[in-house]
């Protein structure tokens, strides 16, 4: 901080990484002008052999390009929200590799469940049993992977709340709740994760910052268009896809059940 308040006003260019919003906000508190260039716009300027002299230069020949695009220094608030919605998805990923851990160790002594967390229930209640085969060393060791899983079931259920009490702040995140689809940890992500959602100028361009468009791959005047390009938010993007799934599936079996009530000669 010394070292930056002692310098000149200037641009300080950098590439988008984990630490660098925190020197960002450095820099900024010094006065200067902060620009965070994504790795893959910056790998185009690099010459021939990469180290540290060639990075530089790449970084400060992409940082005067005027037409570049730069991401926006996060604010500690902004990155805590990240935080706490990485913690979550973290312990949710724990707690179903636990869960398909114990599955699979019961399984080989005739203990079956559905997949789901839900379903966690008829494998305690297995194990507690009396009458069957199971040994004891596998009740003891059975035990300790319930145990885990609903100390992470807490855990998550209070990140949960915590990430739809964030949202209740925000009115934009509050009608995005209303959502068919949208639960309290999708706010959550666009909370921690998307720019003000004011500099998009309609959803199409939302959904190429996410990149739910196909790529191109077109040439002299030929379109061709291959799969979603998937260079934009991954965690956004997987929770809205979850989401709108979610909703296709019960509108077929709503649709399905509504088709086998009416009768045939109708549909004819």
Not at 54 to 75: G, Q
Not at 161 to 173: E, G, H, K, P
Not at 232 to 247: E, K
């Amino acid at each position: 901080m010394v070292f930056l308040s002692g310098q000149p006003r200037c641009i300080v260019a950098m590439e988008a990484c984990s630490t660098s919003h925190y020197w960002g906000r450095l820099a900024e508190g010094a006065g200067h002008e902060v620009r965070l260039i994504p790795p893959i716009y910056v790998k185009p300027f690099v010459k021939r052999q990469k180290n540290d002299a060639a990075d530089a230069e790449a970084i400060s020949e992409a940082a005067r390009r005027p037409n570049l695009h730069f991401v926006a220094v996060k604010s500690v608030e902004h990155q805590a929200r990240a935080v706490t919605f990485r913690t979550h998805q973290c312990f949710v990923r724990q707690r179903t590799q636990l869960i398909n851990a114990l599955r699979g160790h019961l399984a080989e002594f005739g203990i079956v469940a559905p997949v789901g967390a839900t379903n966690v229930t008829r494998l305690e209640e297995a194990i507690g049993a009396e009458g069957d085969d199971l040994p004891p060393v596998v009740r003891e060791m059975a035990g300790f992977y319930i145990e885990q899983i609903k100390a992470l079931t807490v855990r998550i259920d209070g990140l949960v709340q915590r990430l739809q009490s964030a949202s209740r702040t925000d009115a934009f995140l509050r009608r995005l709740c209303t959502l068919p689809g949208v639960g309290p940890v999708t706010p959550g992500a666009l909370a921690a994760f998307a720019p003000d959602l004011r500099t998009f100028s309609d959803g199409r361009n939302f959904a190429a910052w996410l990149g739910l468009v196909p790529k191109q791959l077109s040439s002299g005047g030929k379109s061709r268009l291959g799969g979603m390009s998937r260079m934009g938010q991954d965690d956004i993007r997987r929770l809205l896809i979850i989401g709108a799934m979610s909703r296709i599936r019960w509108i077929s079996l709503f649709l399905g059940s509504t088709l086998a009530r009416i009768p045939a000669a109708l549909l004819g």
